[in-house]
């Protein structure tokens, strides 16, 4: 049986006629609520952990888990949480849990499906030679296999030329977390020297980034290479020194081809090798070198992609993923790994040279595009620190006077999740984060009919919008938040305290949650204009959910005609 049938038919045979059954094969009333809001916490290779919010009257909870295989994993916990150990790397899982007390026991949770980290897919077609031009290069080690901290993993032509080196003496210049992912020791800024375990992502200019360029994963050593080390259609052979993970490949071990440059309009990126690109950026570094403004659309399949981003140039492009659940961009970057906003240099840094730029704390950063289309996948920041501090974007989207189109998407992070200048609309998509999650200097941008959650107490929006623009306008909006966050403790808004900047944001029509303040608006810095008027300054209409009534003079209520200017696309964004 399809697995995901499986595992939708599980609750049905378990749940009948309102009855749920219990430990001595009887049956009690459902009187629990189902466990709501549940989330992955955290994947590592072998495990999962998943939390969910407290359930009114629970004394414990009942979880299962279904592997590929069908398989089906349970357990009893007490907590509104689990830790699910020993399962396989790379893989996909689905868990429902349902809350417990005495002899009751509530309908199961919504399905959540989640996925250990770790197994990079061996490309298929390396198995003949011929792999994608940004495929990793897999090396059989062994699972007792450590990685050292000397010794070269070289790619050479046929012909013995040397086009890419990595110096695992570098290792000593990052951290590795948990799931094998490399961040800096170090900040990363203009004056940092470039290095091997660093890369430049080519977009018509060059981003200087962090990037892990080799892991252990079951047994097997994986090797990235830099943005665009290799030609299409090149022959190629490898060499690891023994030092890097134990064993040695040498040059007659594993020769290799690239598949041919991809032809049409369309471009598939899928990380078994069964695209053109094995990797996004690959892709965008490709159509980078098309016509500025011809129509491409890259496919991205589902899986999950490691990796940092960079655009630049290119116009009429269209991202599009499988699904937005399954195709996840995921990846650690944050304002104490590489400083700055973002930003790219006009030649490639070289090994043993400073940067010269500040790449950027983004995951994906984004330059002077227009009529640029992201649909149906996830991106997600995954920096993390208990106290969640620190700018960590999923995008930058730089480009006064250009136009973003965000569909069916979810972008996750903690503090400034979204960046963005010119005019964008978001739709039908989860925004979620905790400090300033939304910020930036739109002439216009407009979330319709999204969900913004607040992952902590915090502010969602800061605004720095020129004089006379629309700013940050929310329509038929959820206004939301994680379990646990504190009745209160969330604010519309706050100023940055710049008086040459407006502090434009408008709500109209969205529901909200007892998370966000009565007040509404954040006092720390006085807003600009102080006294909001039905152009400018901090506005709501139709608020539902909560009262209104004890909102604070720095926000204006609007009244119907006023609230017209900001009630559909065309009067926003005038598109």
């Known amino acids: 049986m399809n697995r995901f049938l499986s595992l939708f038919l599980l609750p049905l045979a378990i749940l009948s006629c309102g009855k749920a059954p219990v430990e001595d094969g009887g049956t009690a009333a459902v009187k629990l609520s189902a466990p709501t809001n549940v989330k992955l916490h955290k994947a590592t290779e072998t495990s999962l952990t998943f939390q969910w919010n407290l359930v009114e009257g629970a004394n414990g909870y009942e979880w299962n888990l279904t592997g590929a295989s069908d398989s089906v994993r349970g357990g009893k916990t007490s907590n509104r949480n689990v830790t699910v150990e020993g399962l396989e790397p790379g893989t996909a899982y689905a868990f429902t849990v349902r809350a417990v007390a005495g002899g009751e026991v509530s309908d199961w949770s919504a399905v959540l499906e989640a996925s250990t ?11 003949d030679n011929v792999v994608c031009v940004d495929a990793p290069l897999v090396v059989e080690v062994g699972t007792s296999a450590t990685l050292g901290t000397s010794g070269l993993i070289r790619v050479c032509r046929k012909d013995g030329t040397v086009v890419d080196k990595i110096d695992m003496a570098d290792i000593a210049k990052v951290n590795i977390l948990e799931d094998g992912t490399m961040v800096p020791v170090e900040t990363i800024n203009n004056g940092t020297v470039f290095h091997t375990f660093m890369d430049a992502l080519h977009s ?22 830099h943005n665009e080390a290799l030609d299409f259609g090149g022959s190629y052979y ?3 020194d023994a030092s890097v993970a134990g064993k040695a490949v040498a040059k007659d071990d594993m020769p290799f081809t690239t598949k041919a440059k991809p032809s049409g309009t369309t471009v598939k990126v899928a990380s078994d090798g069964s695209g053109d690109f094995c990797t996004v950026q690959g892709a965008l570094s490709y159509v980078s070198t098309l016509g500025k403004n011809d129509a491409i659309t890259i496919e991205v399949a589902d899986g999950t992609y490691r990796e940092l981003l960079y655009l630049r140039d290119k116009n009429n492009l269209t991202i599009k993923g499988a699904s937005r659940g399954k195709t996840v961009i995921a990846y650690p970057n944050n304002e104490s790994y590489a400083t700055g906003s973002g930003a790219a240099s006009s030649s490639k840094p070289a090994i043993g040279s400073s940067t010269g730029v500040l790449g950027g704390r983004c995951l994906f950063l984004v330059e002077s595009c227009d009529n640029l289309v992201i649909e149906d996948l996830t991106i997600e920041n995954t920096f993390w620190a208990d106290d969640h501090k620190g700018q960590a974007e999923t995008i930058y989207f730089n480009g006064d006077s250009k136009k973003l189109t965000i569909e069916n998407c979810s ?10 200048k010119g005019s964008v609309w978001v739709h039908n998509s989860l925004i979620a984060g905790h400090v300033d999650f939304i910020w930036g200097y739109p002439q216009a941008c407009l979330f319709e009919d999204c969900e913004i959650r607040s992952r902590a107490g915090g502010y969602i929006v800061q605004a720095r919008c020129p004089a006379g623009s629309k700013g940050f306008v929310f329509l038929n909006c959820s206004i939301t ?7 209160g403790s969330v604010w519309l808004a706050r100023s940055g ?14 529901s909200m949650t007892d998370a966000i303040a009565p007040a509404g608006w954040h006092t720390g810095k006085t807003p600009t204009p102080s006294t909001p008027s039905a152009t400018e300054g901090w506005k ?7 009262s209104t009534a004890s909102r604070n003079a720095y926000g204006k209520i609007l009244s119907a005609e006023e609230a017209a200017e900001f009630s559909s696309k065309e009067k926003v964004l005038n598109w």
Do not use: M
């Open 497 to 510: 305290g710049d008086t040459s900047v407006k502090d434009n944001v408008t709500y109209v029509n969205c």
């Open 481 to 487: 938040a994680e379990g646990g966050v504190s009745n």
């Open 540 to 546: 709501e209409y139709g608020t539902t959910g909560v």
């Open 204 to 225: 018509t200019r060059w981003r200087p980034v962090h990037y892990t360029p080799v892991r252990l994963e079951g047994g097997k050593l994986v090797i990235k290479l």
């Open 238 to 240: 490898l060499t690891v």
């Open 411 to 420: 972008l996750l992070s903690w503090q400034d999740t979204f960046l963005c």
């Open 117 to 127: 980290s770790g197994s990079t897919p061996l490309p298929p077609s390396q198995e």
